[in-house]
C-alpha cells in the first residue's frame, strides 16, 4: 500500500460542476431505456432515419488525402493556408475588395468555440474598458466564453415572447443605449436558439445604429449555407457591414455545414482598416493562441481547403448542403402542419415556419419543456429549444401531441 | 419602425457609395495593437523557409526527420489512418475527449496494471497536446488555488511562461542548468527545492529535458521526490517525449513511476506530437491524480468546465489514430518499434556529431552531447555564436543554443561539426 506523501488533498475543495446545459442533455438520452425517447436537444445534423451524417464529399476529402499521404507536420500557429483563404473567400465572396486589399486577418481556429474565445482575449487584452452586446437569449456558451476571458457584457432584447418573432424595437434600442464603441455580437444567421433572424431591412438599420454609436460588429456565423441552404445568401448579413466599411469580427464553424462537428474547424476573421492594421492584429491574434494551443489541428483544415478548392467537389458539397438545409425546412413544414391540424385552441403556430435553420424557439418554458422530457421522453434545452436536425418527420406528430400536452397543460409527471 | 423598400433601397445604395470612401477615411479600432514579436521557435523555421542556399540546415524546431532531413508520418499512423478513414462519422466526442485514448494513455503515464487506474483516482481529459494539457491544468491551477504559483525551471521551453502568464498564474524559477558542466545543477535545484514555501508547485520535464537534453538520474530523481515530499511540494510533470528520449516509453517514465510510489498525487500534461509524429493532430492528455474516484469525477468536471468556452471538445482524428494505435497489440507492437527507431536514430546521430567535433581536434569537451537525451541538444553556444552559424553557414537553431538533433543527419553532420568548430575557434 502506497504511503500517501500528503494528508489531504489539494482540490479537496473542487466541486461538481454542474452538466453543461446542451451537452448534458445528449448524455440524459441514452440514459433513458423507452422506445419513444427523442433527441432536440445537441444542434447535430441527422437524416430522416435519425442517423449522424458524414457528407459525401467529406469522405471524398479524407480518402483523396490518405492517397496523397501528407505528413502530419505542425501547422503554423495561424493554421492552413489554403483553408484560411478558401474560409475568407466563402464568407466575404471571392471578389470582395477586403480580401483583394489583404484587410482580413484570418486565423485558423477550434470551431466556433474557438474562434470566439480567440476573439474575446484579444478584446480583453486591448479593449479592457470594452462590453461585449449579447442577444437576449443566446447560445449558452457566450456567455461562458466572455466570463472566462473576463470580458464583460449585457445583453440586448431580441426574443419577444408574445409574437415569437424579434424585438426588433427593444432590439435597436438597447444597442442606442450601450456606452459608444461597444461589441455587438450578432448572429448571422439562423439565430441560436431562436431560428430567428433580421430581415434585410432590419440588417440595414442595426448597420446603422452600430455604425451611429461606433459600435464593433461581431458576428457568430455557424450556419453559412445551412440556413437557407445558400452560402452567398447567408453571408448576406456580414456582406452588408463590411460593405459600409466597418471594421468587423467574424467567427466562423464547418461543424454543421460540413458535418465535422469533432474536428473542430473553424476561423476568426477580422476585417480591418488597412492591410498593416491586419497583419499587427493577425500577429497579437496568435499570440493569444500560442499559449492555448500552440497551432490548430490540421485534419478538419485540409478536408474543408479540398473540398473548397475542388470545383466538382464543392459543388457537390453545395448540393448536398442543400439537401440538409431542405429537409429541415420539410419538417419544419410537417411540424406546422401537425400542430395545426392537432392543436383545437386556435393558437397561432405559423411562428414555426418564419424561424430558420437548425432551431425552433418553440415558446415553451422551462416547466413545460420538462413536461416534455418526463412524460414524452422528448430531449431538448430548458429554454424551449429544439433541434430540428434531430427531427424526422415520422416523428412530427408525436412531436406536434407533446408540444400541445405540455403548452396546455404543462404539468410534468411526477418523478 | 417599417421602412418603405424604396425609401431602404435608395439608403443602401447611398450608404454603399459612402462605404468605399469610409474605409479609406476611417480611423482604425486597432491604431494602439502592436506587432508582436515573432516567435523565437517557429520563427527560425519560417527564416529557414526563405534561405535559398543549398547548404542550408534546420536545426531549429523540434520535429523529428529522417536521415534524408524528411518529416516522417509512422508506418503505424498510416495504419491506423487507413481503418478510420470513413468509417467513423464526426459527431462531437464527449466534453472531456476520447475516452479510449485517455485509457490507453493513462496506461501509458501511470503504468499498464497501475492501482490508481483500477481505481478510478485519476482525473483525466484529452487535450490539445502538450499546450492544451499545460494551458488546461494552469487555468484549473488559477480557479481552484488562486493563490499558488509556478515554480519554473531554468531553462525551459519558452510557451511555459506564455501559457502561466495567459492564465494568470504568478512564475516563479527554481535552478536547473548548469552551464558550466552543460549538466544538471542538481544541488541549485535541491536549494530551491527546500527554499520555496511549502506546497509549491513544481512544474517537472518527465524525460528529455526541452531545451537542455538533461534529465537527473534515477538516484538524483529519488531524492526530488523525497524532498517534494518533506516540503508537501506538488509535482506537475510535462511529458512530451516518452519513449522518445531512451527508446523505451517504460524507462522514460521512471520519474514518475517513482513519484507516484513515494505517494505523490501528480499532474501530467502528455502529448503524442513527437513520439508518434502526431504534431499537427494537436493529440494529448491532461490527467490529475486524486483522493479517490469521488474527488476524480469533480475534478474532470471542472477541467471540462473550462475546455467547453476555449473550444468546447477536442478534435476527434489523433484521438482515433492514438487510441486505434495503442488499442491494438499488433499497431502497438509496430508503434514501440518505432519510436525506438526515431530514438535509436538521434541517439546516433549524437555520437557522431561528439566523434566529428573531436576529429576535428576541438579542444573543448563535447560529452554534454552524448550526456544529454532526447531531440534537443544545449550547446552552450551564446546568441552570437548562434547568429554567426546563421549568418555564415546557413545553420538555423534557437538562439539559446539549442540544436535539434532531430535535424541532424549523416549527411549533414560533419557540416555542422565544422561550422560549430568555426564558431568556437574565434573565441579561442
Not at chain 2, 493513462?106 to 496494471?113: C, N, P, Q, R, T
Request: with cysteine.
Amino acid at each position: 500500500m502506497m504511503a500517501l506523501a500528503v494528508d489531504v488533498s489539494r482540490f479537496e475543495g473542487v466541486p461538481m460542476a454542474p452538466p453543461d446545459p446542451i451537452l448534458g442533455v445528449s448524455e440524459a438520452f441514452k440514459a433513458d431505456k423507452n422506445d419513444l425517447k427523442l433527441n432536440l436537444g445537441v444542434g447535430a445534423y441527422r437524416t430522416e432515419e435519425l442517423q449522424p451524417y458524414v457528407l459525401n464529399v467529406v469522405k471524398k476529402a479524407e480518402t483523396l488525402m490518405l492517397e496523397k499521404g501528407e505528413n502530419k507536420e505542425y501547422l503554423p500557429i495561424e493554421g492552413l493556408a489554403a483553408f484560411n483563404k478558401a474560409t475568407a473567400e466563402l464568407l466575404f465572396g471571392a471578389d470582395n475588395p477586403v480580401l483583394k486589399q489583404g484587410r482580413v486577418a484570418t486565423l485558423q481556429s477550434l470551431s466556433g468555440t474557438g474562434s470566439l474565445r480567440l476573439a474575446a482575449a484579444f478584446i480583453q487584452r486591448y479593449f479592457p474598458e470594452a462590453k461585449v452586446l449579447i442577444s437576449s437569449p443566446t447560445w449558452g456558451n457566450h456567455k461562458n466564453i466572455f466570463n472566462d476571458a473576463r470580458v464583460p457584457w449585457s445583453e440586448y432584447r431580441y426574443y419577444d415572447p408574445k409574437t415569437v418573432g424579434l424585438d426588433f424595437e427593444g432590439m435597436i434600442a438597447d444597442i442606442q443605449a450601450a456606452p459608444d464603441g461597444s461589441f455587438v455580437l450578432l448572429h448571422g444567421c439562423a439565430h441560436n436558439p431562436t431560428g430567428i433572424d433580421p430581415t434585410p431591412e432590419q440588417w440595414e438599420k442595426i448597420a446603422d445604429v452600430i455604425q451611429e454609436k461606433k459600435h464593433m460588429p461581431f458576428f457568430d456565423v455557424a450556419y453559412q449555407g445551412f440556413a437557407s441552404g445558400s452560402l452567398d445568401e447567408d453571408a448576406s448579413s456580414v456582406r452588408l457591414f463590411v460593405e459600409r466599411g466597418l471594421e468587423v469580427f467574424v467567427a466562423q464553424s464547418y461543424s454543421k455545414n460540413l458535418g465535422l462537428y469533432a474536428e473542430r474547424i473553424g476561423a476568426i476573421n477580422v476585417v480591418c482598416s488597412t492591410p498593416e492594421v491586419a497583419n499587427r492584429v493577425k500577429s497579437q491574434l496568435k499570440r493569444l493562441a500560442r499559449p492555448m494551443y500552440s497551432n490548430p489541428p490540421i485534419h478538419g483544415a485540409r478536408i474543408v481547403a479540398n473540398v473548397v478548392g475542388d470545383p466538382t467537389m464543392f459543388g457537390e458539397w453545395k448540393q448536398e448542403m442543400e439537401e440538409m438545409a431542405g429537409r429541415i425546412k420539410n419538417v419544419r413544414q410537417k411540424l406546422y402542419d401537425s400542430l395545426s391540424a392537432k392543436d383545437k385552441s386556435g393558437k397561432d403556430w405559423s411562428f414555426i415556419l418564419r424561424q430558420i435553420g437548425m432551431f425552433s424557439y418553440t415558446g415553451l418554458n422551462k416547466t413545460q419543456s420538462d413536461n416534455m422530457t418526463d412524460k414524452w421522453h422528448i430531449y431538448m434545452t430548458k429554454d424551449g429549444r429544439i433541434s430540428l436536425a434531430g427531427l424526422s418527420l415520422a416523428k412530427c406528430e408525436y412531436l406536434a401531441d407533446a408540444i400541445i400536452d405540455s403548452f396546455h397543460n404543462g404539468l410534468g409527471t411526477a418523478k | 419602425m417599417a421602412m418603405s423598400r424604396a425609401a431602404a433601397a435608395t439608403g443602401a445604395v447611398t450608404r454603399r457609395r459612402l462605404g468605399a470612401t469610409a474605409a479609406r477615411s476611417m480611423a482604425s479600432w486597432f491604431g494602439h495593437v502592436e506587432p508582436a514579436a515573432k516567435d523565437p521557435i517557429l520563427g527560425v523555421t519560417e527564416a529557414f523557409l526563405a534561405d535559398p542556399s543549398p547548404d542550408k540546415v534546420n536545426v531549429g524546431v523540434g520535429a523529428y526527420r529522417d536521415d534524408n532531413g524528411k518529416p516522417v508520418v509512422l508506418d503505424c499512423v498510416r495504419e491506423a489512418e487507413r481503418r478510420i478513414t470513413g468509417n467513423m462519422n464526426m459527431e462531437y466526442l464527449p466534453m472531456g475527449g476520447s475516452i479510449k485514448m485517455i485509457e490507453e494513455s493513462l496506461k501509458l503515464a501511470y503504468g499498464e496494471d497501475s492501482q490508481f487506474i483500477k481505481d478510478k483516482r485519476i482525473a483525466a481529459v484529452q487535450a490539445l497536446s502538450g499546450t492544451g494539457a499545460c494551458r488546461l491544468f494552469a487555468d484549473f491551477q488559477k480557479r481552484f488555488l488562486p493563490d499558488s504559483h509556478i515554480y519554473i525551471p531554468t531553462p525551459t521551453w519558452a510557451n511555459h511562461h506564455n501559457i502561466w502568464r495567459d492564465a494568470q498564474v504568478p512564475q516563479r524559477t527554481f535552478t536547473y542548468y548548469h552551464p558550466e558542466s552543460r549538466g544538471l545543477d542538481f544541488s541549485g535545484l535541491m536549494d530551491d527545492i527546500k527554499n520555496a514555501p511549502d506546497g509549491s508547485f513544481f512544474l517537472l520535464h518527465a524525460c528529455a529535458h526541452n531545451p537542455t537534453g538533461v534529465d537527473p538520474s534515477e538516484e538524483q530523481w529519488r531524492e526530488i521526490s523525497h524532498q517534494f515530499k518533506v516540503k508537501n511540494h506538488f509535482p506537475f510533470f510535462d511529458m512530451a517525449y516518452q519513449g522518445f528520449a531512451s527508446g523505451d516509453p517504460e524507462r522514460d517514465a521512471k520519474a514518475i513511476r517513482i513519484f507516484l510510489e513515494d505517494g505523490h498525487q501528480i499532474g501530467c500534461a502528455q502529448s503524442y506530437a513527437k513520439n508518434m509524429g502526431l504534431y499537427g493532430q494537436r493529440a494529448g492528455c491532461l490527467s490529475i491524480l486524486c483522493d479517490d474516484e469521488m474527488q476524480a469525477v469533480a475534478v474532470k468536471s471542472q477541467l471540462q468546465q473550462i475546455a467547453r468556452p476555449m473550444y468546447s471538445n477536442p478534435p476527434v482524428h489523433g484521438a482515433l489514430i492514438v487510441s486505434t494505435i495503442l488499442g491494438d497489440p499488433e499497431l502497438k507492437t509496430l508503434w514501440l518499434k518505432e519510436v525506438k527507431g526515431m530514438a535509436d536514430r538521434i541517439i546516433g546521430m549524437r555520437k557522431a556529431l561528439k566523434q566529428n567535433l573531436e576529429k576535428l581536434g576541438s579542444p573543448m569537451s563535447w560529452e554534454h552531447i552524448t550526456n544529454q537525451i532526447g531531440m534537443f541538444c544545449y550547446s552552450g553556444m551564446t546568441p552570437e555564436q548562434v547568429d554567426r552559424l546563421t549568418n555564415e553557414f546557413h545553420i538555423y537553431m534557437t538562439r539559446n543554443g539549442r540544436i535539434s538533433m532531430a535535424g541532424v543527419t549523416t549527411g549533414n553532420v560533419a557540416y555542422l561539426a565544422n561550422a560549430i568548430h568555426e564558431c568556437h575557434a574565434v573565441i579561442i
